[in-house]
C-alpha cells in the first residue's frame, strides 16, 4: 500500500497538505508534476529539473514510451528511470488520452482500444492488461490505469455508457496489477481514474465504483477538456467527498495557475499540465503578477528579471531583455530559459500553497494571487 | 599591450603553449573558441559553457549583434559581456565575413562595404572605423579588424586587389582603435588579419603589412574557404613565419579536429569553428575513436556513454541509447546534450595538446590522434 501521511487540512476549506512515499522519494503534497511526455521534460536537463527546478516528480507517457522507445528497449536500459536517469519518482498516465487524441484510427472495443501509431501508423491494441504491463516495463512509480476520457460536449447517455466501460477496465487493470510484478525490484503503485463528463450523478456513479477498488490513490478524469470552468470547480469539488480523506487525489490534465489554487481548494493534491512548458516554448512566462509576454517590444530594453521575486537560475542570471532577443534570433537557450522559469513558478506556488495551507491563510491568499495572476492571464495564446 | 606568454615551445614543431591576458581573465593557448553569434553558444547555458565544457573564451558575431539587438541595447546593458551574463572573454569578429555570406546584396567599395539585412532588408554600411565602435558597444576583450575575406577559388589578381584593400582597412582599423575608448572600463584589444588567398606572395606581402601595424595579436583569415587541406596547412606554415613569436596567432573559422592540431603544429594558438556545435545539432558526435553518428540504427540499445573516455555532463549521465531516442524523438534536449559533449571533446583536445607541447611528445601523439579520428571522420555529413 502507498503510504500518504495527511499532515495538515486547512480550517477554512478542504485544502490540505500531505506526503507521499514511494521507492524514489517522498513527495510532498499538494504538488505540480512537470510532464516529460517522451521521458524527457521538453527543453530542460535532468539537473535543472533536479536542482533548479525543484520537480518532485515527473510525468512520462505510456503511449509515448511504448512506441518509441519501446518497451524491449526500456527494460533493456533496467527502467525509464536508469533510461532517462531521473533518480526520484516518475507518474505514468495509462496513454488512453493520447489513443484518443493524437492517434489517426481508433476503435473502442469492449476490451480495449485499437489505434494506429501517429509516428508510422503501425497498428497496436491497448486493453487494461497490456497498459499495466507496459508500465512495469516503464517501472513508475505511479501508474494510471486505462481509462475512456469523455470529449465536452458528451452527451449522457454517451458518458453513462463510458462510465460503465471505465469501470469495468478499472478492475481488470487492478486484477491485472495484482497479477503481474515490478520488473526492477521497486514497489509500483496504481491509480484509479474517475469519469463521467459534467454529469454529477455519473461522477457519483464512478467515484463508489473506482474508490471500492481499493487504488492507492484516484484521479478525476475528464475535466478541463472544454467545460466552463465553474462547472469543472463544482464538479471536482462533488467528487472529491466521496474520495477517502486517506488516499491522495490527483486532478489530470489541470491547468493554470488558478486552476492549481482553485482545485487545492477543493481537496485535490496532485496536478500535471503540459502548460508551464509549452507556454514557455511560446514566450509566455508566468509570474505572481501575470503573464510577461517576453516577444513584446516594451522588453527589448527592460533589464529586469523575468521576475524579481524569483530565484531561478533564468531570474538569477538573465535580463528579459535578454530573454527578448533569444526569441526574437529563434536561440535554443531561450527555449531551455523560459521552461525553467514556468516550471519554477509552478513548483513555487505549490510550495507557497502548502505554507499557506499549513498557516491556515491558504483561501485568503489564493483569492488575493488569482486576483493578481488574471490581470493579464485572459491575454493569454494557448496553442 | 596585450600580455601573451610564451611559455614553451615543442621541440619537434613550431606547436607551442601560452597564456593569454585580457580584463575577463586568463587563456590558456592553444585555445578552441565556441561560436557564440547571436549573444549566446547554440543550445548550452553559460554555466554549462564554464563548469561543463570549461570554455575559456568565446567568440560572438559583430555583424549579427549590430542587426539584433543592435548597439544601443549594447550599450544599455553595458556591454556583451552583461548583457549574456558571459564573465569571461569573449572575442568578436568583424562581421566581414557574414557580410559577403548572409546578406543579400553587397556593395564593396573603397571605403567600405554596404549591405542589406539578412533579417529585415534593411540598407547599412560597414567601415573599419564603424566596426571598431560597434566593437566598442559590444566591449568585447578581443576584437577583429574588418577585412575582405577571399572566396576559393580567386584570380591572383582580385586576390591582389583585394589584399591591399585589407590592408588599407586595416590601417584605419587600427587608427579608429586608436582614436576610440572602451565604454565600460575595461580594456579591449586588437587583432589584425593577415590575407592573401592561396599566393605566398601575397599572403607575405600581406602579413608584413599587416605586422608592422602593430596589433595585439594577428589572424590568419581566407582558409578553411574550400582550398585543399594541404595547401591550407602549406599556407599556415608559411604565414606563421612572417608573425613575431611573440604575438598569438589566430587561424579563424578551422577547424576539423585534425586540422586543429595540424594547426597548432605549425605555430597557431587559437581557433574558432561551428563544427562542434553545428554538428552536435545534427547528431554526429565527436570522440577520439572518431564520429558517433547517433541516429544510426546500431545505437539505439547500446547503453554506453558517447565515449567511455569523457567526463562531459552528458557522458557522465546518459547513454548512446538515451540520445538516439531525443534525436528521433526530436526532443530539444538532444541540441544541449551533444552540444555540450561536443564542445567539451574540443576543449579537451586542445587541453591535451597543451599537455603534450609541454611535455615535448606533441608530434607523435597528433599523429597518433589523428589516425585514429581519421577512419570515419570522411564520412561525416556537413551541413
Known amino acids: 500500500m502507498l503510504k500518504f501521511n495527511l499532515l495538515h487540512t486547512d480550517t ?39 536542482d533548479d527546478i525543484n520537480a518532485e516528480i515527473i510525468l512520462a507517457n505510456t503511449y509515448h514510451l511504448y512506441l518509441r522507445p519501446g518497451t524491449e528497449i526500456l527494460e533493456s536500459a533496467g527502467g525509464l528511470h536508469k ?3 531521473w533518480k526520484r519518482p516518475i507518474l505514468t498516465d495509462s496513454g488512453g488520452y493520447q489513443v484518443y487524441s493524437l492517434s489517426d484510427l481508433r476503435k473502442l472495443k469492449k ?33 494510471m490505469v486505462l481509462d475512456e476520457c469523455t470529449p465536452y460536449p458528451c452527451e449522457y447517455d454517451y458518458a453513462k455508457k463510458s462510465t460503465k466501460l471505465t469501470s469495468d477496465w478499472a478492475e481488470l487493470n487492478r486484477k491485472a496489477f495484482h497479477n503481474s510484478k515490478p520488473l526492477y525490484g521497486h514497489e509500483q503503485f496504481q491509480f ?33 477538456v472544454g467545460e466552463p470552468t465553474k462547472d469543472m470547480y463544482e464538479l471536482v469539488n462533488f467528487t472529491t467527498d466521496f474520495i477517502s480523506e486517506e488516499k491522495p487525489r490527483y486532478l489530470m490534465g489541470v491547468g493554470r495557475p488558478e486552476n492549481i489554487l482553485e482545485g487545492i481548494a477543493r481537496g485535490i493534491d496532485m496536478f500535471d499540465c503540459v502548460m508551464p512548458t509549452r ?28 521576475d524579481s521575486a524569483c ?59 488569482i486576483k493578481k495572476i488574471s490581470i493579464n492571464i485572459k491575454n493569454m495564446t494557448e496553442d
Open 192 to 224: 484509479g481514474i474517475i469519469q463521467g463528463s459534467v454529469y454529477k450523478d455519473l461522477r457519483e456513479l464512478s467515484a463508489k465504483k473506482i474508490t471500492s477498488l481499493d487504488f492507492d490513490g484516484y484521479a478525476i478524469g475528464g475535466l478541463a
Open 111 to 143: 476490451d480495449g482500444v485499437e489505434f494506429r501509431s501517429h509516428i508510422d501508423g503501425s497498428k497496436h491494441f491497448f486493453t487494461p492488461e497490456k497498459v499495466v504491463n507496459i508500465q512495469r516495463s516503464i517501472g513508475s512509480d505511479i501508474a
Open 279 to 306: 507556454n514557455a516554448r511560446n514566450a509566455y512566462l508566468f509570474t505572481y503578477n501575470g503573464f510577461v509576454t517576453i516577444r513584446n517590444a516594451n522588453y527589448k530594453t527592460d533589464f529586469n528579471p523575468i
Open 12 to 50: 477554512n476549506s478542504k485544502a490540505r497538505t500531505g506526503r507521499l512515499e514511494t521507492a524514489h522519494g517522498v513527495i510532498d503534497t499538494p504538488i505540480f508534476m512537470p510532464v516529460g511526455t517522451q521521458g524527457t521534460v521538453k527543453a530542460v536537463a535532468q539537473d535543472r529539473l533536479r
Open 311 to 369: 530565484d531561478c537560475y533564468t531570474c538569477r542570471n538573465f535580463s528579459r531583455a535578454y530573454l527578448h532577443h533569444l526569441f526574437k534570433a529563434k536561440e535554443v537557450l531561450a527555449l531551455e530559459l523560459a521552461t525553467i522559469h514556468n516550471l519554477s513558478f509552478y513548483l513555487r506556488l505549490v510550495r507557497d500553497a502548502r505554507e499557506k495551507i499549513n498557516g491556515n491563510t491558504f483561501i485568503d491568499w489564493k483569492n488575493e494571487i
Open 83 to 85: 533510461f532517462m536517469n
